[in-house]
């Protein structure tokens, strides 16, 4: 099974601030890469897809990049909506394996 | 409007079964790979099992692969999870999703989730 290794895993920021969460892939994945938020109490939004594409109505101060086997989430400017639990997961092969998640607090 | 709602949870002890439904709206189900997840209480998600368009191609994680069966009926409009031989492990909320139509692909629609607990 694919290994992905999220870090941070717990994040401490303040409003405004640019924030990057990174995911590695035991193995390549390609582009087979997505990154989904969660709120308590809530399902998961789907974030970002393919490693860097935005999904409709996901605002633009996310953004995400690959560089081999290692993704990057970037928020730009933090607003106070954007504290969460924060996830990837490779696409690639199943199992679809999920990061152990990062946790984005204020 | 796109939605998934989860239906069956409930407490269930272990060694028992369970059966769970998702019944989807807003758009064309037999379309669509449709997947599991589950997060167990404060913990991450957990990738279960997913199933092509037409149900003839599946898979699950190994965790409870022989133990739960993923279905689909597309006249319904409905995605099933029958889940037996339940352990306490398997106490999570469980989710469904959409397969976005593309590769590679996302779970761009959850639904709110159903909660299982296994407990004596």
């Known amino acids: 099974d694919i290994q992905m290794t999220q870090s941070p895993s717990s994040l401490s920021a303040s409003v405004g601030d640019r924030v990057t969460i990174t995911c590695r892939a035991s193995q390549s994945i390609s582009t087979y890469l997505n990154w989904y938020q969660q709120k308590p109490g809530k399902a998961p939004k789907f974030l970002i897809y393919?490693?860097?594409n935005l999904q409709s109505g996901v605002p633009s101060r996310f953004s995400a990049s690959r560089s081999g086997t290692d993704f990057i989430l970037t928020i730009s400017s933090l607003q106070p909506e954007d504290f969460a639990t924060y996830y990837c997961?490779?696409?690639?092969?199943?199992?679809?394996?999920f990061g152990q998640g990062t946790k984005l607090e204020i | 409007e796109v939605q998934l709602v989860e239906s069956g949870g409930g407490l269930v002890q272990p060694g028992g079964s369970l059966r769970l439904s998702c019944a989807a709206s807003g758009f064309t189900f037999s379309s669509y790979w449709m997947h599991w997840v589950r997060q167990a209480p404060g913990k991450g998600l957990v990738w279960v099992s997913r199933i092509n368009s037409d149900g003839s191609s599946i898979s699950y994680a190994d965790s409870v692969k022989g133990r739960f069966t993923v279905s689909r009926d597309n006249a319904k409009n409905t995605l099933y999870l029958q889940m037996n031989s339940l352990r306490a492990e398997d106490t999570a909320v469980y989710f469904c999703?959409?397969?976005?139509?593309?590769?590679?692909?996302?779970?761009?629609?959850w639904g709110p989730g159903a909660t299982v607990t296994v407990s004596s």
């Open positions: 997961q490779q696409s690639y092969s199943t199992p679809h394996t």
């Open positions: 393919a490693a860097s």
């Open positions: 999703a959409r397969g976005q139509q593309l590769v590679p692909p996302g779970l761009d629609v």
